[in-house]
Nanobody
Framework: QVQLIESGGGLVQAGVSLRLSCVAS????????MGWFRQAPGKEREFVGA????????RYADSVKGRFTMSRDNAANTVYLQMNSLKPEDTAVYYC????????????????????WGQGTQVTVSS
């Protein structure tokens, strides 16, 4: 089992950058595929980005492609989401998620494939 704790959210103006971090408990972080999802008020939770166990494969939602970048540091049990050129429509609670039994190179976009979730961190982008 793994526990996930997100940080780095906040209230920012459009156009600036934020970096979210997600720290995982335990000593087997490298065994998990990782993902970021977000949920805006009144909307379903949606995929943002995913990264494979070794960090070589990343996938992004079309809405964030070219602006957001995921990375991971397996030695530090941490996954990051660098968010540049933020827009008001990026406003949401951002959740980190971990996927068990992930193959070494795969990155999943489906929230149903993730077993563990953090508590979320709020990102609010004002215009």
């Amino acid at each position: 089992q793994v526990q996930l704790i997100e940080s780095g959210g906040g209230l920012v103006q459009a156009g600036v950058s934020l970096r979210l971090s997600c720290v995982a408990s335990g000593r087997t972080f490298s065994r998990y595929g990782m993902g970021w999802f977000r949920q805006a008020p009144g909307k379903e939770r949606e995929f943002v980005g995913a990264i494979s166990r070794n960090g070589d494969t990343t996938r992004y939602a079309d809405s964030v492609k070219g602006r957001f970048t995921m990375s991971r540091d397996n030695a530090a049990n941490t996954v990051y989401l660098q968010m540049n050129s933020l827009k008001p429509e990026d406003t949401a609670v951002y959740y980190c998620a971990a996927r068990s039994f992930a193959t070494y190179w795969s990155a999943s976009t489906s929230k149903d494939e993730y077993d563990y979730w953090g508590q979320g961190t709020q990102v609010t982008v004002s215009s």
